[in-house]
Structures are given as structure tokens and as C-alpha cells.
């Protein structure tokens, strides 16, 4: 197996420590890629159409992208282990991806505004409506203790990998100030091995 990597993407970095979570790390060769939402990668537009990573390559030659996509083939090939089966314990661990992921796509918008648009076209407003959307999100989050406590599912670890995102590329959002419920689940989510885990080329 083969991932096209970014040692800052978080998106990659949800399936590696998807990955890990299920026994399968080191078992994902990492390949160079240079994805950029201007100056596009035509390097993995080979692959991928939308010149994104993640974008994955199984043993038997599928490519496989987003990173819900490669983490439930990863799932899958573990024997279905981070996404129940069925039930509602299905919807709430993929609803609770699609928070986290959600959370990163404002993350990751907000920081295209600071870093790929030209500084005399920037939109603040924009970009502060982009981040607006993860403190919402936090702010629900604190107030359902119960949809992180207890849980190591693909819910759980979209979230986590939003909040490193975070702690990342905006530091000076300072969230842990404002939402201490949140802040206290992810300091001791985050010492587990696959979300202290790092990777390089």
C-alpha cells in the first residue's frame, strides 16, 4: 500500500493514524507529492483528478481517495474495527467524522486565506466566518461530553486530527481558553501512540 504524502496535511495524517490504530503502521509506503489548491501537482492529477492528498494505492491497484474513502478501506482490511458495523452507533461515528472533517475544510480555508491569496485580495470576513464554523463546532462539542468520552472510533480520531490541525497552524486561536471540556478530552486523546505518532519521508 502507498499513500501520496504531506507531512503538514491533515487529512493524511487522519488515515496514517487511522492506520496505525488498526496494527497497519509502517505498512503504508510514503510518497513525495506537493499538493496546492493554485500551483496544482500534475504528479498526482495523474492519480487523482482533483490533485489532492490523500490519494491512496491498495496492493491489488485500485486508487482510492478521500481520506473517508481510505479509512474505510482500512477499516475494512482490519476487520472493521473503527466504524461500526451497523446501527446507530454507525450514523453517530460518521456523523462525528463529518464534524471533524468539517472542521478541518475551515481550518484549511481559513489558512489558504492567509497563505495562497494574494494579500491585497484577502477577505477577512471570510476567513473569520471560516473559523467561526470550528468554534461552533467546539461549542457543541462541550456541550456532548458523551460524543467524544469513552470512544476510539473514526469519529474520535477526525476530531483529534482536526485539534492538532489547529494547534498547528493556528496557535494563536488559543480554543483550549474557551472551551476547557474539549480541551480536557484532547489531552488525554492525544497521548495515545497513533496521535503522538509523527511521519517523514
Avoid at 504524502?5 to 507529492?33: N, Q, W
Avoid at 474513502?69 to 474495527?81: F, H, S, T
Wanted: hydrophobic share 45%; with cysteine.
Amino acid at each position: 500500500m502507498k499513500i501520496l504524502f504531506s507531512p503538514f496535511s491533515p487529512y493524511v495524517r487522519k488515515c496514517l493514524v487511522t492506520a496505525h490504530e488498526l496494527g497497519m503502521d509502517g505498512k503504508i509506503a510514503l510518497l513525495p507529492s506537493s499538493a496546492h489548491p493554485i500551483q496544482r501537482d500534475a504528479a498526482i492529477i495523474g492519480h487523482n483528478p482533483l490533485g489532492k492528498v490523500p490519494t491512496f494505492f491498495t496492493d491489488d491497484g485500485q486508487v482510492l481517495y478521500d481520506s473517508r474513502v481510505i479509512c474505510e478501506y482500512l477499516d475494512v482490511q482490519a476487520g472493521g474495527r473503527l466504524i461500526p458495523a451497523a446501527g446507530p452507533a454507525r450514523w453517530a461515528t460518521l456523523t462525528l467524522q463529518s464534524l471533524g472533517d468539517g472542521m478541518l475544510d475551515a481550518a484549511l480555508l481559513a489558512r489558504y486565506e492567509d497563505t495562497a491569496r494574494p494579500e491585497a485580495i484577502r477577505w477577512p470576513q471570510w476567513r473569520a466566518g471560516q473559523l467561526d464554523k470550528i468554534e461552533t463546532s467546539l461549542t457543541h462539542l462541550d456541550a456532548e461530553p458523551q460524543l467524544l468520552a469513552g470512544r476510539v472510533d473514526l469519529g474520535t480520531l477526525a476530531v483529534g486530527c482536526a485539534l492538532w490541525y489547529l494547534d498547528l497552524r493556528f496557535p494563536d486561536l488559543a480554543w483550549r481558553e474557551r472551551h476547557a471540556p474539549t480541551a480536557a478530552w484532547y489531552e488525554d486523546f492525544r497521548q495515545r501512540p497513533s496521535m503522538a505518532a509523527s511521519w517523514a519521508l
